[in-house]
């Protein structure tokens, strides 16, 4: 069967209300009455006020600064030189109209799943067999991570592909995170989200679609695989859940190592207890701080540039990439591609909900690096600056259904954000045997 262009948007009384700006909060659940308008699909827009900015510019320019660290390399997190340089450009340079425009240029959607509301981009390729294809974000990631790879997999004709490298894109945004509501009660971990993700797939009529996501998308997706949601054909992951279990444990609690280990898994492993730090002292401090006690970080709601400084010191080596970028280097992320994406946590408040997450996977005791049990198809994409380069040895194992796996000449983890090319070929490649002509009704 075909693909059908047919676009259809039911009318209820929340899709009537103003939603051109963003909505304060949008915690808990919503007040839309009945079933049918619970399933809505609403459009939505951005529009940040002119007095909000303004005040994002005043907030900055009266920065109380720190003295500057007493090392030469990033030991004690983010160079005081990096962070000023962001501030002065970010208050005197930076235009987020522009990005604010770009989101807009793209159909963004809301609609109510389980008491919450989600946010979404939804871009449909006007080749009629695309495969849909959910993409999922992390932290410190948004939809603006994630935005430039719409035109190359929608549009493949001209990016180098052909129509059968078409994708029907859909990016949502996470709970607690950019447009989507902020949970205002407990249990919105990965695999409830995973839950979420699959529901939204089947609210937009799509009945074949594969998924792919890095950071807490990659652990996200592989809840997905573990659930089998209908219509999920495989997913696509650039952090693969592959270390044996209790290894990643050992290696970030520096207890010892198994002894059987090849050179691959070795070097994994001691990539994975480096990521935190140049010298490896910190081993993702973020994480166990958010982790733990994510509402002590009330400042981010309050400080830009203090938000900003914990958003980019996620590991060493994108810390590096964004400080070169400050400092006049050209290569994968801009200076304007960092605070697009820090400009979007800032106007959406989102500093402290986007932290939860981690809160709910310690409690729940859930693995960020292991096996989950996947057993669809899996495509790997390894990355060399990733936190980990996955052994093909470990994701053979993980993923039983491994059906590519494929190392890259450049890109971190942030793969999608600072490698798009790269990004658009794996997922082609990825998914290429699983293509079908696929059947769905849009509702959006």
């Known amino acids: 069967m075909k693909t059908t262009g047919q676009i259809t948007r039911t009318p209820s009384a929340a899709s009537r209300r103003n939603l051109t700006t963003i909505p304060p909060g949008a915690g808990g659940r919503s007040s839309i009455a009945t079933e049918e308008d619970a399933e809505a699909i609403r459009p939505f827009r951005v529009n940040v006020s002119d007095e909000e900015l303004t005040d994002l510019k005043r907030r900055i320019k009266a920065t109380r600064w720190p003295e500057k660290e007493t090392v030469a390399d990033q030991s004690q997190g983010v160079p005081l030189e990096t962070i000023q340089e962001l501030a002065r450009y970010w208050a005197a340079d930076y235009d987020w109209r522009k990005t604010e425009s770009r989101i807009n240029s793209y159909p963004n959607f809301i609609t109510e799943i389980d008491g919450l509301d989600f946010h979404f981009i939804h871009v449909r390729s006007k080749h009629e067999n695309a495969l849909p294809i959910l993409v999922a974000h992390g932290w410190p990631g948004s939809i603006v991570e994630q935005m430039k790879l719409i035109e190359p997999l929608t549009n493949p004709t001209a990016f180098g592909g052909s129509e059968a490298d078409a994708f029907h894109i859909v990016i949502p945004s996470m709970p607690g995170y950019g447009y989507s509501g902020k949970p205002t009660v407990t249990g919105w971990g990965p695999e409830r989200v995973a839950r979420a993700y699959g529901e939204l797939m089947t609210r937009l009529g799509y009945t074949k679609y594969v998924a792919q996501g890095g950071d807490w998308g990659a652990i996200?997706?592989?809840?997905?695989?573990?659930?089998?949601?209908?219509?999920?054909?495989?997913?696509?992951?650039?952090?693969?859940?592959?270390?044996?279990?209790?290894?990643?444990?050992?290696?970030?609690?520096?207890?010892?190592?198994?002894?059987?280990?090849?050179?691959?898994?070795?070097?994994?492993?001691?990539?994975?207890?480096?990521?935190?730090?140049?010298?490896?002292?910190?081993?993702?401090?973020?994480?166990?701080?958010?982790?733990?006690?994510?509402?002590?970080?009330?400042?981010?709601?309050?400080?830009?540039?203090?938000?900003?400084?914990?958003?980019?010191?996620?590991?060493?080596?994108?810390?590096?990439?964004?400080?070169?970028?400050?400092?006049?280097?050209?290569?994968?992320?801009?200076?304007?591609?960092?605070?697009?994406?820090?400009?979007?946590?800032?106007?959406?408040?989102?500093?402290?909900?986007?932290?939860?997450?981690?809160?709910?996977?310690?409690?729940?005791?859930?693995?960020?690096?292991?096996?989950?049990?996947?057993?669809?198809?899996?495509?790997?994409?390894?990355?060399?600056?990733?936190?980990?380069e996955a052994p093909r040895s470990w994701a053979e194992k993980a993923y039983p259904n491994l059906l590519h796996y494929n190392k890259l000449p450049h890109g971190g983890h942030f793969a999608a954000w600072e490698q798009p090319a790269f990004m658009t070929a794996e997922l082609r490649a990825a998914f290429k045997s699983l293509r079908s002509p696929v059947s769905a009704t849009c509702r959006c």
Request: hydrophobic share 45%.
């Open 220 to 388: 996200i997706v592989d809840f997905m695989g573990v659930q089998e949601p209908k219509g999920l054909l495989g997913i696509h992951t650039n952090m693969p859940g592959v270390f044996p279990r209790g290894v990643d444990a050992a290696v970030l609690f520096g207890h010892p190592l198994p002894s059987d280990l090849s050179a691959e898994e070795k070097k994994a492993c001691e990539q994975l207890a480096h990521s935190g730090s140049e010298g490896g002292e910190n081993k993702f401090f973020y994480a166990f701080f958010m982790g733990t006690r994510p509402q002590t970080l009330t400042g981010l709601a309050d400080s830009p540039v203090g938000l900003a400084a914990f958003m980019i010191d996620h590991d060493w080596k994108s810390l590096a990439l964004i400080s070169r970028s400050f400092a006049g280097v050209k290569e994968g992320l801009t200076r304007d591609d960092v605070l697009d994406n820090i400009s979007h946590f800032w106007f959406t408040n989102s500093g402290v909900s986007a932290s939860r997450i981690y809160w709910e996977v310690v409690r729940s005791g859930i693995s960020f690096f292991d096996v989950k049990g996947v057993k669809l198809p899996v495509a790997v994409s390894v990355f060399p600056h990733e936190l980990y």
